[in-house]
């Protein structure tokens, strides 16, 4: 069985001989190719000769395409700081939204035209043509709803609007960015994308209470998740941090994959899901994957999946794998989700 063969059987519950294995792994590709973060940045051909070389020398079943957290809010218009070795990241001392009455100058992004989301979607386009029999290739779609809106009107001036201003405008630019999302998402699927999937980071619980999620972000999401479904490619939604007050919540948007952070109980989630959502986790990317031992790394990662028994698990980390992991770690965890044996 290749990888796509796992994690599509996985996904429609049919038998798999492993666990598929399915790492954050971006960053990491990039470290060990001959290539820097500014050289893949704008290159999609850089990109994809990066991701496919670190699939090649790991053997894994899932390659998640992403650059950064920045490019879809480039598209509609926010100013960007380019690095050398870290990701793009949004300059939020330059908001696109200053006041409310700027919600009208909002364009929605043409996904083939703006900013680098052909770059994104090239990539893809390249990844599906070379590997898309073999591997399951996820095309980001970067940003969700809440997470954009917030990088477009800056997340300090965002969570005070939460709190203090009238609510309308603050959902009038959330829609703007659910469609701006959702258009990229389907663009995704045209690229050859087997799955597409969003972050949306600033939308959990380490940041807004779940009242707020519930209001502003989860609605969104669930909007989001139905369009892209309906249009015919499965979603996977994460959120960053302890979503364990959200879990319910996040289950009901109806997204085929959730990725899970480390700091939630996997098991639990599991058995919350019934089988009808894969969740996708959730080693701490931190400890032990960067600063445990090979043999940490592989007795964690067994030890994760004795608690689910392989059912209803797309094994990954908890969040983006960093750049620094040592790759004896990463070895050792890909080898630990191959070893571990499916039960019936």
């Known amino acids: 069985m290749n990888g796509l063969e796992r994690c599509l059987n996985s996904l429609n519950r049919q038998s798999i001989d492993k666990v598929p294995v399915v790492p954050q792994g971006f960053l990491f590709a990039i470290e060990t190719s001959e290539f ?7 290159n999609p051909e850089n990109m994809a000769k990066a991701l496919m070389q670190c699939w090649e020398q790991y053997d894994y079943d899932g390659i998640v395409i992403d650059f950064d957290d920045a490019t879809l809010a480039e598209a509609c218009g926010a100013s960007v700081i380019f690095r050398d070795i870290e990701p793009a990241m949004v300059d939020e001392s330059k908001p696109v939204i200053t006041n409310w009455s700027d919600l009208d100058k909002l364009r929605l992004p043409d996904p083939n035209k703006s900013g680098r989301l052909p770059v994104w979607l090239e990539t893809t386009r390249i990844l599906s043509e070379q590997l898309g029999r073999e591997v399951m290739i996820m095309g980001r779609a970067d940003q969700g709803p809440f997470t954009l809106a917030s990088l477009l009107r800056g997340t300090q001036n965002f969570m005070m609007d939460l709190m203090t201003e009238d609510p309308q405008p603050v959902h ?13 998402a389907k663009a995704q699927k045209d690229a050859g994308a087997h799955f597409t999937s969003m972050g949306d980071a600033l939308a959990g619980p380490n940041l807004i209470s779940p009242d707020l999620y519930r209001t502003f972000a989860w609605k969104p999401e669930c909007t989001a998740v139905r369009a892209i479904q309906d249009y015919g490619i499965p979603f996977s939604l994460h959120i960053c941090g302890n979503t364990t007050a959200i879990i319910d919540e996040m289950l009901q948007t109806e997204s085929k994959v959730l990725e899970i952070d480390w700091q939630v109980d996997l098991a639990e989630v599991i058995r919350k899901a019934h089988g009808q959502t894969i969740i996708m986790g959730n080693i701490n990317p931190s400890h032990p994957i960067v600063t445990g031992t090979r043999e940490e790394v592989y007795k964690e990662t067994i030890k994760l999946l004795q608690q689910t028994k392989g059912k209803g698990i797309w094994l990954s980390t908890g969040c983006a794998i960093g750049r620094n992991t ?4 990463f070895e050792a965890f890909i080898r630990a989700g191959r070893d571990f044996p499916i039960t019936t």
């Open 326 to 329: 040592p790759p004896e770690n």
């Open 172 to 184: 009038e630019l959330i829609d703007y960015c659910t469609e701006a999302f959702t258009r990229f």
């Open 36 to 42: 820097r973060m500014s050289e893949v940045v704008h």
